[in-house]
């Protein structure tokens, strides 16, 4: 007997009349669309957040199997950090900052399994980022977001975990 089909005949023994079972469940829509006009939405929230901790805030939008979405503002230049098995995937939505890539870490510490910060990177190569581009940087690579003066920079994240 189905499981619908039996929950009517428990609710028909206990209210002694027909009960129609429950609608069949609809499976959740895999699908996840974010606009850019709610990025640049949330992003405002995300800049509010900024200007009362340390310049910079940002939130899980969703966590799946291999992968994380996620939505960044700064105002201020980050941390420099290395993921050992996880890519980063940017995508500038708006504003601009300077991304140092490669080097060394410099005042290395470990903050978690395969995730280390620094306070700067020695002997990277710099690139200016701005709204509408797109950057992959590969696991184990060391990366920094430089701002300068009052640049702001907001962006989507897409976290993707690396198999060697």
Same mark, same amino acid.
């Given at each position: 007997?189905?499981?619908? =089909?039996?929950?009517? &005949? @428990?609710?028909?023994?206990?209210?002694? &009349?027909?009960?129609?079972?429950?609608?069949? $469940? %609809?499976? !959740?829509? +895999? @699908?996840?669309?974010?606009?850019?006009?709610?990025?640049?939405? %949330? *992003? *405002?929230?995300? %800049?509010?957040?900024? $200007?009362?901790?340390?310049?910079?805030?940002? &939130?899980?939008? !969703?966590?799946?199997?291999?992968?994380? *979405?996620?939505?960044? /503002? %700064?105002?201020?230049?980050?941390?420099? &950090? #290395?993921?050992?098995? @996880?890519?980063?995937? /940017? /995508?500038?939505? *708006?504003?601009?900052?300077?991304?140092?890539?490669?080097?060394?870490?410099?005042?290395? $510490?470990? #903050?978690? +399994?395969?995730?280390? !910060?620094?306070?700067? #990177?020695?002997?990277?190569?710099?690139?200016?980022? $701005?709204?509408?581009?797109?950057?992959?940087?590969?696991?184990?690579?060391?990366?920094?977001?430089?701002?300068?003066?009052?640049?702001?920079?907001?962006? /989507? #994240?897409? =976290?993707?975990?690396?198999?060697?």
């Amino acid at each position: 007997m189905e499981m619908d =089909k039996f929950s009517a &005949e @428990i609710l028909k023994g206990l209210a002694g &009349e027909d009960v129609a079972p429950p609608p069949p $469940r %609809r499976p !959740r829509n +895999p @699908i996840d669309h974010w606009t850019p006009a709610v990025l640049l939405e %949330r *992003a *405002a929230y995300l %800049r509010k957040l900024a $200007r009362l901790s340390d310049g910079s805030a940002s &939130e899980t939008l !969703r966590e799946y199997p291999q992968h994380a *979405a996620m939505l960044s /503002f %700064r105002s201020r230049t980050g941390e420099a &950090e #290395i993921h050992e098995k @996880i890519a980063d995937l /940017f /995508f500038i939505l *708006a504003g601009a900052a300077t991304l140092v890539t490669g080097g060394d870490l410099c005042g290395a $510490r470990s #903050i978690g +399994p395969g995730e280390m !910060r620094g306070d700067a #990177i020695e002997g990277g190569a710099s690139q200016q980022l $701005r709204a509408g581009e797109v950057i992959h940087i590969p696991a184990g690579t060391p990366h920094q977001m430089i701002l300068a003066g009052d640049q702001t920079v907001a962006y /989507f #994240i897409l =976290k993707q975990q690396e198999t060697a």
